[in-house]
């Protein structure tokens, strides 16, 4: 008796193991217990075209698989969740070259070798009827992207497809991770 007992609480936890995610999701709602949300595109204040739809749709994902709502179009929504890109900066970190034979560069030549992307995003929640703020925040994250590499005297311009796809990798990789913070940041809590 007690092997089938066993057995049935084992069948129990295993199936309860797999659901962690749902199960999680049933405790976490809306300020104001809404239901329907629309997200639009984010505004950019940066000089990084296209930054907008990138992070628009990576929070947009990040609902969808959340289920936490419905995430709708804007005349369906109760409320919309409105961003705004504040900045978006490459800040670099450079090396100074020492000249010897292999390099052929000149002593003291400083190249970049890789950047620090940042991302500074505003979001709030909006009630559609009335567009009073329900819930504001800022979020920030930010990723090393490795430099392209100038190695030899005489070349004076690097790979600029290297560049824009080195920048959209890393740029999907910062917004899941801030469509993450904040679908958490939102729907805790409440």
């Not at 100038?150 to 917004?175: D, F, W």
Request: include cysteine.
């Amino acid at each position: 008796m007690s092997k089938i007992l066993a057995g049935l609480l084992f069948g129990v936890m295993i199936l309860y193991s797999g659901c962690a995610y749902k199960v999680g999701q049933k405790f976490r709602s809306l300020p104001g217990g809404y239901q329907r949300l629309s997200i639009p595109v984010f505004k950019n204040k940066s000089m990084e075209p296209g930054a907008e739809a990138i992070l628009t749709q990576a929070l947009k994902e990040e609902f969808f698989r959340s289920t936490v709502l419905k995430v709708v179009s804007d005349n369906e929504a109760e409320v919309r969740l409105e961003g705004q890109i504040e900045a978006l900066r490459y800040d670099p970190t450079s090396t100074v070259i020492e000249s010897d034979q292999k390099n052929q560069l000149p002593t003291g030549t400083v190249l970049t070798s890789s950047y620090i992307m940042n991302v500074i995003l505003n979001v709030k929640l909006v009630k559609t009827a009335t567009a009073e703020v329900l819930w504001q925040s800022q979020f920030s994250s930010s990723r090393q992207m490795s430099a392209s590499q100038v190695t030899y005297a005489g070349i004076n311009s690097v790979n600029p497809i290297y560049n824009q796809n080195a920048k959209r990798i890393v740029l999907e990789s910062v917004a899941y991770e801030l469509s993450n913070q904040i679908h958490n940041n939102l729907t805790e809590n409440f």
